[in-house]
T-cell receptor, first 112, second 114 residues
């Protein structure tokens, strides 16, 4: 089975802090994705990556950056956390040319 | 631009009753369609997918969905629900040019009551 893990289930940070969310997949998938999930808005794509050191902006990249130094790991970075970034963050991965995404359990981030 | 609309934000239903969760999409090209389920405090899990072929797709846990190209719909159905089906359900669409990206609907909360 594909396994996607995220470094934390719950995280509480202060406004202005730099925040790192880590995601690791163990199935050698080329594609990796970061979403945020908010009630009534569904999942919105922040950034995605098709290959190591490659990244592309999704629908809501403002305030976020990403890093993919190794194929299995995709990190989401909040350079200076703000209260409007309080949300559930979901990581996913998929094989190249496949549209079936496998999701991690999510990180619920609270910024105070 | 593609979009996905889930027509009901909440669907309450009694145990053993049938249920239909509605999903409509807009796209100018051929699409792939998905339904995902999210149980409380968990990530998303694939229920079923339509890529090509038969328009009636069967998934896990007794769910099925029908692709209707003329109505641009992909409604999810189950003939008899259980308490354990209580979860949030997401419809998603991708097209052949999106390189693996999915567009998700807003989600439907299914609440099964005894």
């Amino acid at each position: 089975d594909v396994k996607v893990t995220q470094s934390s289930r719950y995280l509480v940070k202060r406004t202005g802090e730099k925040v790192f969310l880590e995601c690791v997949q163990d199935m050698d998938h080329e594609n990796m994705f970061w979403y945020r999930q908010d009630p009534g808005l569904g999942l919105r794509l922040i950034y995605f990556s098709y290959d190591v050191k490659m990244k592309e902006k999704g629908d809501i990249p403002e305030g976020y950056s990403v890093s993919r130094e190794k194929k299995e790991r995709f990190s989401l970075i909040l350079e200076s956390a703000s209260t409007n970034q309080t949300s559930m963050y979901l990581c996913a991965s998929s094989l190249d040319n496949s549209y079936e995404q496998y999701f991690g359990p999510g990180t619920r981030l609270t910024v105070t | 631009a593609q979009s996905v609309t889930q027509l009901d934000s909440q669907v309450p239903v009694f145990e053993e009753a049938p249920v239909e969760l509605r999903c409509n999409y807009s796209s100018s090209v051929s699409v792939y369609l998905f339904w995902y389920v999210q149980y409380p405090n968990q990530g998303l899990q694939l229920l079923l997918k339509y890529l090509s072929g038969s328009t009636l797709v069967k998934g896990i846990n007794g769910f099925e969905a029908e692709f209707n190209k003329s109505q641009t719909s992909f409604h999810l159905r189950k003939p008899s629900v259980h308490i354990s089906d209580t979860a949030e359900y997401f419809c998603a669409v991708s097209d052949h040019n999106q390189g693996g990206k999915l567009i998700f609907g807003q989600g439907t909360e299914l609440s099964v009551k005894p």
